[in-house]
């Protein structure tokens, strides 16, 4: 099975929809929040060049775009992800490092960061050079944030004004010296421990508030 990935382009439009849909199904599927895009807003990505899409003879296999924020400070990868027929073949760590090494030549000084709840995720970007941080470490762009109200976990991370979620923020700083391996080895019990500590407090606030509230 022989699959490219590609800087997108206007001919890859036809894709956007069923981009949409592959990534609400899957959240749906691990009952994970998402921030939701429309067929529009992807086609816009791919005909700046923002976006890079696999194909596999023609047919949509995986995808992942690009957005800058602060002035091209901070650089966010969002979207990622690989079609059902074409997962467990490593795609998306190969779609995510393309998409990795494109941002750092067309915003060589930008910290590269993303927000996710999807210990896979988090793997790859641990071997990409990644580390955990707080949100605070993160854009202040309210636009960025403002593209998380599609997401179940919003009124989370409303309350707390921006500054934690059920996802855990990484970031990669071009300025840090890089080792090989990476200098935050990826430790999947210590996040997933980290994930369920987080869904527990939030799980106790919605019960003491649900409580207080009846009574």
């Known amino acids: ?53 696999a194909l596999a003879d023609g047919k949509f296999a995986g995808f992942c775009y690009i957005e800058s924020w602060q002035h091209g400070k901070f650089v966010a990868h969002s979207g990622l992800i690989v079609h059902p027929d074409y997962r467990s073949h490593g795609l998306a760590k190969k779609i995510k490092s393309k998409v990795f090494d494109y941002s750092l030549k067309r915003f060589p000084d930008a910290k590269i960061f993303g927000i996710t709840t999807g210990l896979a995720v988090m793997k790859i970007n641990s071997e990409l050079g990644y580390k955990p941080v707080p949100f605070s470490e ?65 799980l106790n606030k919605l019960l003491s ?7």
């Open 138 to 202: 993160l854009t202040t762009d309210p636009s960025f944030w403002a593209g998380c109200k599609t997401c179940t976990n919003f009124p989370i991370l409303q309350s707390k004004e921006n500054k934690m979620c059920l996802c855990t923020g990484m970031l990669y700083d071009p300025k840090e010296k890089q080792k090989t391996p990476p200098r935050h080895p990826f430790n999947e019990a210590v996040l997933s421990r980290l994930k369920k500590i987080k869904q527990a407090l939030f």
């Open 1 to 53: 099975m022989k699959i490219s990935i590609v800087v997108t382009q206007e001919e890859h439009f036809k894709y956007a929809q069923e981009i949409c849909d592959t990534i609400e199904s899957s959240a749906l599927l691990r009952g994970t929040g998402i921030a939701k895009r429309t067929p529009e807003y992807i086609q816009k990505k791919m005909a700046n060049g923002d976006a890079m899409i």
């Open 209 to 215: 508030f649900v409580f207080l509230f009846k009574i």
